[in-house]
């Protein structure tokens, strides 16, 4: 009787062990997915304004939570996320002074359906516009 009571006790504990670890690596790989993905985002746009002086700026925004539904966990003390909603939304700016990073916080404030915002949104294309006042 001891035997089986310390086989059972053996597997639980293993189960648990193995359940634990799953779940702890699917973790890990989507966070690391999404810190990786926002990484290479954010450097391309910097890349972009800094490599080609003809450019003001250039931003990437997508919906809330369209990445992977867990802005409100984000790490906001960078400049890739809003600090107050965690969403990921970069900004590349040189206005004469070499690149400058920023993060937008256009999408969610009102007016959030200027054409810069609502065309690329509602159209998947891209769109191209004059410099204006966007640094907010």
Same mark, same amino acid.
């Given at each position: 009787?001891?035997?089986?009571?310390?086989?059972?006790?053996?597997?639980?504990?293993?189960?648990?062990?193995?359940?634990?670890?799953?779940?702890?690596?699917?973790?890990?790989?989507?966070?690391?997915?999404?810190?990786?993905?926002?990484?290479?985002?954010?450097?391309?746009?910097?890349?972009?304004?800094?490599?080609?002086?003809?450019?003001?700026?250039?931003?990437?925004?997508?919906?809330?939570?369209?990445?992977?539904?867990?802005?409100? &966990?984000?790490?906001?003390?960078?400049?890739?996320?809003?600090?107050?909603?965690?969403?990921?939304?970069?900004?590349?700016?040189?206005?004469? &002074?070499?690149?400058?990073?920023?993060?937008?916080?256009?999408?969610?404030?009102?007016?959030?359906?200027?054409?810069?915002?609502?065309?690329?949104?509602?159209?998947?294309?891209?769109?191209?516009?004059?410099?204006?006042?966007?640094?907010?």
């Amino acid at each position: 009787m001891a035997f089986a009571a310390s086989v059972l006790a053996s597997v639980l504990v293993i189960a648990s062990i193995l359940i634990i670890s799953h779940f702890v690596d699917a973790t890990v790989a989507r966070l690391t997915t999404r810190e990786l993905t926002e990484t290479a985002a954010a450097e391309v746009l910097y890349q972009f304004v800094d490599g080609e002086p003809i450019f003001a700026g250039a931003w990437f925004v997508v919906e809330a939570n369209a990445l992977d539904g867990n802005d409100a &966990n984000v790490e906001r003390d960078g400049w890739l996320a809003h600090p107050d909603t965690g969403h990921f939304r970069p900004y590349v700016y040189n206005f004469g &002074n070499g690149a400058q990073c920023h993060h937008l916080t256009f999408a969610d404030a009102e007016g959030a359906q200027s054409d810069y915002y609502r065309v690329p949104l509602t159209s998947g294309q891209p769109y191209v516009m004059n410099p204006g006042p966007l640094f907010d």
